[in-house]
């Protein structure tokens, strides 16, 4: 798929909210479980949405996403999210998956809907219990002040050591009427394939099955949340969510739909902007790396090649002090993929040549320092064995994540 061939289809909108499609409403409080941020937030739909979801590969789960697989797993509906930042609730055995499921059950009493149709998150500190008493007495309140102008409130409350909030929305028309995708994140530390301290909610207002809804979520995530790395930390509370109301009247989308391409495109050019966020926010970042790989054999080749360079920690390093240190690149590159025939590799900085047939040109080194002190740094490596491309976002490694993360818990 062309995306970028698909682009006019849709229209991005510059002031986004996850609230944006019709049927959704929203809001974040400070519930006190961190000192002083709102902490606490909901999203609600009027009606039962088709949900999918997809969850951190780690092997330490968090309770809330257990609860939330098996609560979309009853009847793929949702009606209702609830997370928290601040406690991770993760590593809290049978006391952390109980206190998620009373979150689920508490708001699903106060919203007369199902329990199954209300999800949990949570993010922070991993290895202690929800404060559910502070919890359970700013649910009433945070799930009765929520509207349609919420949205911002709810991007600030599921912030950990995010400098800043993370919301993407696109616009398309599709069978005549106007749908919207929306989505809002929150990642800056513990980021790497696959899923990764992220968490990630859209919603549309598009009619799509469940099923279909979760494939797309699949599909999109592999090329987009699973192509970040920030510190190769891969957490253990990652979950993307999305709802789809219904409420745009558009025949049901599907494959065989004649806009189910657009539509695709606008879902994961939701999905990608709100990845490349959460990598230029990567704690301490000063730079967002895009890594780019084509001329490959396979996809899989081509992915783990450019996460493989974005994810190494010298290459991070070369592009914090401005040093074009290329033969970081392909050692990353190598042990990426040991398939690569190496004198065939090309590497670009930016649009200078450093690296022609796997062995180095001459170019001029102030004009590189120069390209790797921008804010967006490109590298685009072209392995010469076939057509596959694919693309890696992440972030340079300085000084100020280690002081960040030396001191998470104080």
Known sequence: MNQTALAPFYQVNEQASITAPKGFIATGLHAGIRKRKRDLGVIICSVPASAAAVYTTNAFQAAPLQVTQ?????DGKLQAIV?????AN?????RGIQDAR??????????????????????????????MEKIQTSLMKVLSIADETGGNEFAEAILTTDTLTKQVQVTMQIDGKKLTIAGVAKGSGMIHPNMATMLGFITTD???????????????????????????????????????????GNNSLHPHHPDWMAFQAGFTYVCQELAKKIANDGEGATRLIEVHVAGAPTIEMA????????GSNLVKSAVFGADANWGRILCAAGYGDPLIRTEKVKVKLGSILV????????????KVSEILKQETVNIFVDLQQGKQKATAWGCDL???????NASYRT
Request: aromatic share 6%.
């Open 70 to 74: 098996e609560n979309i797993g009853v």
């Open 83 to 87: 997370v928290n930042s601040g406690v």
């Open 90 to 94: 993760s590593c809290t055995g049978e």
């Open 102 to 131: 009373d979150i689920a059950k508490q708001t699903a009493q106060l919203l007369d809907i199902p329990i199954h149709q209300v999800a949990v998150a949570s993010t922070g500190v991993i290895g202690q219990f929800l404060p």
């Open 206 to 248: 598009a009619v799509i099955h469940a099923h279909h809804l979760q494939s797309l979520l699949w599909t999109a995530t592999d090329s987009t949340f699973n192509m970040i790395t920030v510190d190769g930390d891969c957490s253990t509370n990652d979950s993307v969510i999305a709802m789809a109301s219904g409420l745009a």
């Open 303 to 310: 992915r783990k090649v450019s996460k493989a360079i974005v």
């Open 355 to 366: 690296v022609d047939k796997g062995l180095p040109v001459f170019f001029d080194e102030s």
């Open 398 to 404: 300085t000084y100020e994540y280690v002081k960040i």
